[in-house]
């Protein structure tokens, strides 16, 4: 896990923390089930959640004090 200190509290647009999955697909699969909505993020051109960000695959979703969590299965 990954977390990141913030200098503009919940305001902060950056990931505040992420955790490395062996398999991202069944993660936000999981998540989605749950009632979580998985970020879309055309600028990164995420396809069904998960962006390529080149060493990784990524996935992303805001918890309820619209902090941004995210999720990274390393290639």
Do not use: C, Y
Request: proline share 3%; glycine share 6%.
């Amino acid at each position: 896990m990954v977390v990141t200190k913030s200098t503009t509290g919940t305001t902060d647009q950056a990931t505040k923390a992420s955790w490395r999955v062996d398999d991202i697909a069944a993660e936000v699969a999981e998540l989605r089930a749950r009632g979580i909505k998985i970020d879309d993020l055309p600028e990164l051109n995420t396809i069904d959640g998960i962006a390529d960000i080149g060493f990784a695959l990524a996935a992303w979703f805001t918890d309820p004090h619209h902090n941004s969590i995210g999720l990274l299965q390393l290639k």
